[in-house]
């Protein structure tokens, strides 16, 4: 890359490239913008956001273009701001701000198309409010709150459109194994059965079969080899084989073959170069 950032996010645009964003230089909060063309293997830079932010959400719309949201930079604290880039021009505007400042939030396209923001933290509470951005007005409205507040979770969206978000972190409760489900149509929440394990900073797959794999992550004591699937139909968790290397703040690829490619990540002893496979 032309810069060098962390906490940054990345979306594929719908040319094949990959849009890279904000972040955090070491020294800098960024605002700066990126694209990585696969044919040549070169980076070059676009316009740059109007705020610098780390810990914020970037998610590709129906249309092509890149919604980012929220995060955190040291002038403003955590944000509200929200603005699109548009692939075509290479420039950002701004859009509708959050109705509640969140960074370690999650992110998720609905089926009618619409996005949906949940949890987090504001900078003083972990949030269990939710809300809707509307592509057609560019506004976004609070629908239904989650029953348990939570940050450093994942958010993954099953086969059938709805959303699942399991484990996290909640400021004066800890580490959390509970899960809860979003139905894409009504957007509100019901709970489902908890993992086995607390855990944040973890992995989830949709596995071809429609199951969902989660893997690794931090129980506040330990990084965690354990590894367990839900079941959308039964809404229950069974554990499955550990992994070899406990990991967590890893990433996580289903591959058409079907199995799971785990990446890197960190544990107490070293940041990982290892890889894994599940299935």
Known sequence: MNTAR???????????SVLVAGGYSGSTYL??????????????LTSSMSAAREYHTQVTLANGNILVAGGYNSGSGTLVSAEIYNPSTGLWTTTGNLNTARRYHTVSILTNGNVLVAGGDNGGSTLSSAEVYNLSTGS??????????????????????????EGG????SGYLSSAEVCNSSTVLWTTTGSMNFVRNHHSASLLINGTVLVAGGYDGIDYLTSAEVYDPSTGLWTTTGDFNIARAYHTASTLTTGQVLLVGGQNDDSVLSSAELYG
């Open 6 to 16: 962390g906490y940054h996010t990345a979306s594929i645009l719908t040319n094949g």
């Open 31 to 44: 605002n700066s913008a990126e694209i990585y063309n696969p044919s040549t293997g070169l980076w070059t």
């Open 140 to 165: 976004w409205t609070y629908t239904g709150s989650m029953s348990t507040a939570r940050e450093y979770y994942i958010q993954i969206t099953l086969a059938n459109g709805n959303v699942l978000i």
């Open 169 to 172: 972190y909640k400021t004066g």
